[in-house]
């Protein structure tokens, strides 16, 4: 599977940005779906996951209550609203995808999307 993700942007802390990342091929509703995000300098960190199914979500602390994760499985995109940003949150952000895999195993990534950036000002 392919992913392209997109809609990193500039933005003021405190403000909000949506993230896309949409999937190719026929089986996106079987794949659990990440995001990951690396700041410059620093180490690639998992951000949050969806299950295939949709039902089951999970957050980084250092999002939750602010990021929001969800799917749409007839248009192959997944989706990851970040609001009250903060300037800690600028990163590169990665969609990544396992086939069936635990929300929990994002330790075991199978494909990989490229970047987009996005920065938070202060």
């Known amino acids: 599977v392919q992913l392209q993700a997109s809609g990193g942007g500039l933005v003021q802390a405190g403000g909000f940005l949506r993230l896309s990342c949409v999937a190719s091929g026929r089986t996106f509703n079987s794949y659990t779906m990440y995001w990951f995000r690396q700041a410059p300098g620093k180490e690639r960190e998992f951000v949050a996951a969806?299950?295939?199914?949709?039902?089951?979500?999970i957050y980084a602390d250092s999002v939750k209550g602010r990021f929001t994760i969800s799917r749409d499985n007839a248009k192959n995109t997944v989706t990851l609203q970040m609001s009250s940003l903060k300037p800690e949150d600028t990163a590169n952000y990665y969609c990544?995808?396992?086939?069936?895999?635990?929300?929990?195993?994002?330790?075991?990534?199978?494909?990989w999307g490229q970047g987009t950036l996005v920065t938070v000002s202060s």
């Open positions: 990544a995808a396992r086939l069936e895999g635990s929300v929990y195993s994002y330790n075991s990534i199978q494909y």
């Open positions: 969806i299950r295939w199914t949709g039902e089951v979500t």
